[in-house]
């Protein structure tokens, strides 16, 4: 049996700090982002981070929730009821559960590009310019279901590892390597030498249908996404192999990129 959590009284005790003001922002004030805690919430998600290579720093929850878990004995556990954890939090939480992380650094490029088995087929997902939260969520938990291998994010996307991002995702972006192409979108070189088709994703009438893509002629592909609205730049297009759509009815310009990237993931499995 795990550790009984242990009951919090008191908004301000300084245990449940990593929970505090989350309504607050993507950052505490003064800190830059992609920095701090990485949070989780609800179970399902919790239970992700538990299996995740994220070092868990605490969790916090109403009582029964957090004992329900089954948590390892080194993982500091606590519950309050509903009202210590709203005045905590700063909103009422419906999923009962949260849990704080430290966070990991990003992958290494060449070894994420490479994958445990350099010949092996392999998919993986780029984006520009997301700065939604939720899309970035639907992105990653599409992304796990649908064979994506990692992300990579041009430096002007948000933090995948935001709250609303875990939890949009249910905590399926805790699985996804991630590293960032700096060099944008020189980078983007980087990818193709390590053997990959790369495919930017355009409602553009001249590029190619997706379902016209062979994916065994290419095993390894990269597919870029850009920004609802903008869409991916014209410098990030012309640096890619093939601009591909996907073919829709006459008078829908295009779709949502969260939509848009399931469907391509599906067509390119």
């Given at each position: 049996?795990?550790?009984?959590?242990?009951?919090?009284?008191?908004?301000?005790?300084?245990?449940?700090?990593?929970?505090?003001?989350?309504?607050?922002?993507?950052?505490?004030?003064?800190?830059?982002?992609?920095?701090?805690?990485?949070?989780?919430?609800?179970?399902?998600?919790?239970?992700?981070?538990?299996?995740?290579?994220?070092?868990?720093?605490?969790?916090?929850?109403?009582?029964?929730?957090?004992?329900?878990?089954?948590?390892?004995?080194?993982?500091?556990?606590?519950?309050?009821?509903?009202?210590?954890?709203?005045?905590?939090?700063?909103?009422?939480?419906?999923?009962?559960?949260?849990?704080?992380?430290?966070?990991?650094?990003?992958?290494?490029?060449?070894?994420?590009?490479?994958?445990?088995?350099?010949?092996?087929?392999?998919?993986?997902a780029v984006l520009e310019g997301l700065n939604d939260h939720e899309n970035i969520g639907s992105i990653a938990r599409s992304a796990v279901a649908l064979g994506i291998d990692g992300l990579l994010l041009d430096p002007t996307c948000a933090d995948p590892l935001y709250r609303r991002c875990v939890r949009v995702s249910m905590g399926h972006v805790l699985s996804l390597p991630i590293a960032v192409l700096?060099?944008?979108?020189?980078?983007?070189?980087?990818?193709?030498?390590?053997?990959?088709?790369?495919?930017?994703?355009?409602?553009?009438?001249?590029?190619?249908?997706?379902?016209?893509?062979?994916?065994?002629?290419?095993?390894?592909?990269?597919?870029?996404?850009?920004?609802?609205?903008?869409?991916?730049?014209?410098?990030?297009?012309?640096?890619?192999?093939?601009?591909?759509?996907?073919?829709?009815?006459?008078?829908?310009?295009?779709?949502?990129?969260?939509?848009?990237?399931?469907?391509?993931?599906?067509?390119?499995?």
């Open positions: 049996m795990s550790t009984p959590p242990v009951l919090i009284t008191d908004p301000a005790d300084e245990r449940v700090a990593d929970f505090r003001d989350l309504v607050a922002g993507d950052r505490k004030p003064g800190t830059e982002r992609g920095t701090g805690p990485v949070i989780v919430e609800g179970v399902p998600a919790v239970q992700r981070l538990l299996a995740s290579p994220y070092p868990v720093r605490s969790v916090f929850g109403i009582p029964g929730r957090v004992a329900d878990l089954q948590l390892p004995d080194d993982v500091p556990a606590f519950e309050a009821d509903r009202w210590v954890l709203s005045e905590v939090i700063g909103f009422r939480l419906t999923r009962g559960v949260l849990a704080s992380a430290d966070r990991l650094p990003p992958a290494d490029l060449d070894e994420l590009l490479a994958g445990p088995d350099p010949t092996a087929p392999r998919r993986l700096a060099d944008w979108p020189g980078d983007l070189e980087k990818v193709r030498a390590a053997g990959y088709e790369t495919v930017a994703l355009t409602p553009a009438a001249d590029a190619v249908d997706l379902a016209g893509i062979d994916t065994r002629a290419h095993p390894r592909t990269a597919v870029l996404l850009g920004a609802e609205g903008p869409g991916l730049t014209p410098q990030a297009q012309a640096a890619v192999d093939v601009r591909a759509r996907i073919p829709m009815r006459p008078g829908v310009d295009s779709l949502g990129v969260a939509a848009a990237a399931a469907i391509t993931f599906a067509v390119l499995r």
